[in-house]
């Protein structure tokens, strides 16, 4: 089918890629240079181009675009730098509509580029110097501070004042009386860091073993480092002791704590007249301060306008010669030469694009493609929406699936919430899940627009994952008949108590009827409530893996089907599928047919299943407690059938592998795509580029010993994850369990304390206790348990459920393409 574009040209529907990969095709571009910088900005634009590397082999310094790449890094480094200034002083770094992600970007001329980097440059240089300026006078400005405190607190904290009442003044030094007369005390004045002064005193005590005096005056406002360039708490300290040898001493150990000395006059009137110096000074430092921090500023909010414009613009600038250093160039006829896997139905799209592309730039050369013809495995590629997205993300975290296989993604939109459900079956929670999951759903707009963290984003990018889980919980906690641990009657009990009883008499409940729908709402408490819950959940456990592993175990039929793999059909999914259906199948039967049959009726005791399956395998043709007519013989017989099918996987395959060797004397894989196999003439590229592409996909060579070997492995791996899968599906039950148990103790430890409280006191109680129940159920039974279970549903499709179909060895689909790329902060340096 074609659709119709509005220029009247028909263009082919893209296939949905759902299901299987998309087809791709190995495309070959010869693009002439004068066009190629416009012609690769088209095909960014367009995102669905991955470029081979056709020079692999050549030293990165050696490729054409080296230089431009370069200066690009460096114009990348430079902005890194604004916006660390932007940040530094406080400027916000808007958001340039022409920059927001998903919008088209037209290409700059070479020109606008040029100017960015001359732009840059000078910038640069602008900046650098208004900040080595600032810096300065803020040192300065620091240091005068420092100064003007230390003669401050010269004059009020370290020297005695006459007047003052001996009561109420501080137990000071008198400075003038200490450094004068017979034994003058020598003394040194400075500033350090408050977290150092401690330090200080402690060693000068100990170095000096007492022989001093000490003391200290906090400075209120925080006082510039020149080292850390940061605000720091400082202290002002004075130390008195005797002779210059010990005076070079203190001075030693207080510069190797970063303090800072000052030199302090011992007249008064001297240490008034620097103070008023340096208050004039610093008068006159605030004001050219003030001044250069405007200006700055002035210009950082120039820049915040168009540096997100400018970075992003650079950006893609880079990723273009980075694309284009992939290319091959052809110096007779100035042509670039480059090779890309591309969708088969987006090829006519492509070269649309690129003939628009030209027309507009008025140049007659176009740019040719053509379809090359290639043994090389192509890249796996699976459309995918806001919807499914999510789901094909947790598949693509364990492997990306093999060109063209099922697409195990698909499946998962459904069975990975259900499995959820199954352990988190609650109507209540379920709910609360979903109302969540709604609001991120509802606004994926404006959320997607905000800057989100890691764990935030998580929740958002798997919204419609919560969203579904909430969903499919609300009815299975419907079957389960269970809200909040409590029961709904919302249809008639097909169990009725009997009207009278006598006190301490054991009674039971006569079955009047069958219940519509879900679990009974009269075996909420009963005494055997979870003696039949556990045997319920636990048999439907088995049952939801039997079926699980079944349907995705056919998968691989398909996908064997599709290519033409005759062999792996009769070599390992027909005795594969007789196995696990012979004994696993077989129990499963069995759990639905025990429960069709009304024991009490037939007056017999009900068979136990467990004895059973033991027992078909160690006493084959003994039955204890018959389930059905002839069953020794049909067990007997299915037996028989898992025993053949052990021989039958372990040699069918490589005996074929060794005649079909022997009959063609080549060696070929039966597992390949014959689309695959058609070989034809390969490009220089390909026949340079180095095999690990093509590793694992058939282009190796083994001998018979290695397909022996990985089909032992492969019998032996089948025949236990029969058993140790089915097994371990029993985490739906324990888990369902779990959820239950613990929502129900919460109810029991919380709100149900207040109900028979009366009075104000209990309506206090009530709401403080749901408030509590309210909070926990939402933390730990929602999030918590939550959390496990879908872990748990995880291990469930990545282990028992996939390794029944899913190969796992494609290569990821990674196109060409713009993409939003944040302004990360670094040095400049």
Sequence with gaps: ?????????????????????????????????????????????????????????????????????????????????????????GVQLLESEDSAEGSRFEPPNS??????????????????????????????????????????????????????????????????????????????????????????????????????LFDHVEIEPLIYDTKTKEFEAKNVFIVFSHGDLILNRIQKIAESLDAKLYDVDKSGVVRSEKLNTVNSNLQDLYQVL?????????????????????????????AIFESLNMFNFDVNRKTLIAEGWVPQDEIISLQNSLNEMTTLLGIDVPSIIQVLETNKTPPTYHRTNKFTEGFQNIVDCYGIAQYREINAGLPTIVTFPFMFAIMFGDLGHGCLMALAALVLVLNEK???????????????????????????SMYTGFLYNDIFSKTMTLMPSGWKWPDRWEVGQQIEAKQVGVYPIGLDSGWHGAENALLFSNS?????????????????????????????????????FIPGLIFMQGIFGYLSVCIVYK??????????????????????????????????????????????????????????????????????????????DPEQ?????????????????????????????????????????????????????????????????????????????????PGLLGVCMTVGLFAMWFVLTCCILVVMEGTSAMLHSLRLHWVESMSKFFVGEGIEYLPFKFQYEELAVASST
């Design 446 to 472: 404006k959320i997607g627009k905000m800057k989100r963290g890691e764990i935030f984003d998580m929740a958002y990018s798997g919204r419609y994952i919560v969203l579904l889980m909430g969903v499919f």
């Design 1 to 89: 089918m074609n659709i119709a574009t509005r220029d009247g040209r028909e263009t082919p529907a893209k296939d949905e890629a759902i299901f299987r990969s998309a087809e791709m095709s190995l495309l070959q571009f010869y693009i002439p240079q004068e066009i190629a910088r416009d012609a690769v900005y088209t095909l960014g634009n367009l995102g669905c181009v991955q470029f081979r590397d056709l020079n692999a082999k050549t030293n990165a310094f050696q490729r054409l675009y080296v230089n431009e790449i370069r200066k690009l890094d460096n114009l990348q480094r430079q902005y890194r730098y604004f916006s660390t200034l932007l940040q530094k002083h």
């Design 111 to 212: 020109t606008k580029i040029d100017d960015y980097m001359t732009d840059g440059n000078i910038l640069e240089s602008r900046l650098v110097k208004m900040e080595d300026a600032l810096d300065l006078i803020q040192r300065q400005k620091a240091d005068l501070e420092m100064y003007r405190y230390v003669l401050q607190s010269g004059d009020q904290s370290f020297l005695r004042d006459s007047n003052d009442n001996p009561s109420q003044r501080r137990d000071s030094i008198d400075f003038e009386a200490a450094t004068s007369g017979q034994h003058p005390v020598s003394y040194v004045t400075g500033v350090i860091s408050r977290e150092k002064i401690g330090t200080l005193e402690q060693i000068l005590w100990r170095v000096l073993r007492g022989n001093l």
């Design 290 to 318: 003030n001044t250069t921090t405007t200006t700055l500023e002035s210009e950082l909010y120039a820049i915040s306008r168009e540096l997100n414009l400018w970075f992003q613009t650079v950006c893609k600038e880079k």
């Design 677 to 757: 196999q058609q070989l034809a003439p390969l490009s220089d590229a390909e026949n340079e580029d180095d095999e690990a592409e093509g590793a694992g996909h058939g282009h190796g060579s083994p001998d018979f010993g290695d397909v022996m070997i990985h089909q032992v492995i492969h019998t032996i791996e089948f025949c236990l994850n029969c058993v140790s899968h089915t097994a371990s599906y029993l985490r739906l039950w324990a888990l369902s369990l779990a959820h239950n148990q613990l929502s129900s103790v919460l109810w029991t430890m919380t709100i149900q304390i207040s109900f028979g409280v």
């Design 595 to 672: 429960w069709s049959v009304d024991w009490i009726k037939d007056e017999r005791p009900a068979p136990a299943l467990l004895n059973m399956l033991i027992n078909m395998f160690l006493s084959p043709g003994n039955i204890d407690a018959e389930l059905y007519p002839h069953q020794a013989k049909v067990q007997v017989i299915l037996l028989v059938l898992a025993l053949i099918c052990v021989p039958w996987l372990l040699l069918v395959k490589p005996l074929h592998f060794k005649m079909t060797q022997n009959r063609k004397g080549q060696i070929q894989l039966p597992t390949e």
């Design 536 to 572: 319920y959940k636990m048999k439907l456990s088995i049952l939801m893996g039997f079926i699980h592993m079944t349907y995705s175990y056919f998968f691989s039929l398909v996908n064997h089907l599709y290519f033409h793999s005759m062999i792996d059909i009769i070599g390992n």
